[in-house]
């Protein structure tokens, strides 16, 4: 397992480089094997536990993961395609996501008070919301994505507060849950900025892309490590 981790960093070090010198295809396709790897430490830390449904849904969320990675890439490689390949890969992350919150419910739901997963539904669609009314003073321009970015970031949101009230609900005290939290906070921030880089101005330095990649891998690797202590 850990020399898995430490191939996916050498190769995620690669990638940064390549991806800050130019937008390629041997970008994507070291992108590709670093998420194909991070899939690769689900199946494994899955097969190593006590194999609960919610690594089921985390490996198929993780897939839908490495399909969002493509097509957000190879929307800088075919500028052409450029709104294809980000509708594209916001659906991709999105359904990820479903794919996450309906493993989260099937795991924990049982004998859980309805109040530890509708709170952080609601409050996901809220945070969803405001970051949408906030678009002007974080000099942000969503344009004609407005609409994908409100249900991409309901689904985001929620899959990290659900996982959070579900965490607490236990008393902090399960790691599986403990582990996924923090990846879907690491998760979250790689997604705002990367929101920044997309639809700002002037965020895309090399220290927005390298942040931006530490988060969003550091998140993966957590949520697919996590199934260890299922």
């Known amino acids: 397992m ?20 130019s937008y390629s295809v041997k970008a ?47 929307k800088y490689v075919f500028r052409d395609y450029d709104d294809s390949f980000t509708y594209a890969g916001f659906a991709s992350f999105g ?11 099937s795991q924990y739901m049982s004998g859980m008070k309805l109040s530890f997963i509708i709170i952080p ?5 809220v945070l969803s919301l405001c970051n949408a009314v906030l678009e002007k003073p974080m000099k942000l321009h969503y344009g004609k ?19 959070g009230s579900l965490a607490m609900a236990n008393g902090w005290q399960n790691p599986t849950l403990n582990l996924f939290f923090a990846g879907g906070v690491l998760f979250a921030l790689s997604d705002l900025v990367l929101g920044g880089t997309y639809f700002g ?21 957590l949520i697919a490590y996590s199934l260890l202590f299922l």
């Open 121 to 125: 539904l609601i409050l996901g669609t």
């Open 95 to 105: 359904i990820g996501h479903i794919m996450y919150i309906a493993g989260l419910l």
């Open 28 to 74: 994507v396709l070291l992108k590709s094997v670093v998420s194909v790897l991070f899939i690769t430490v689900a199946v494994l830390s899955w097969y190593l536990s006590n194999r609960g449904i919610l690594g089921i849904f985390v490996i198929f969320g993780l897939t839908f993961g490495l399909l969002g990675d493509i097509w957000l890439d190879l």
């Open 201 to 221: 101005v002037g965020k895309e330095r090399p220290v927005d892309i390298i942040s931006n990649y530490i988060l969003y891998y550091g998140g993966q690797y």
């Open 145 to 163: 994505m407005k609409g994908i970015v409100i249900g991409y970031g309901v689904l985001l949101f929620s899959t990290v507060l659900l996982s």
């Open 2 to 21: 850990l020399m898995l981790i430490l191939f996916a960093t050498v190769l995620l070090v690669l990638y940064i480089r390549e991806k800050i010198a």
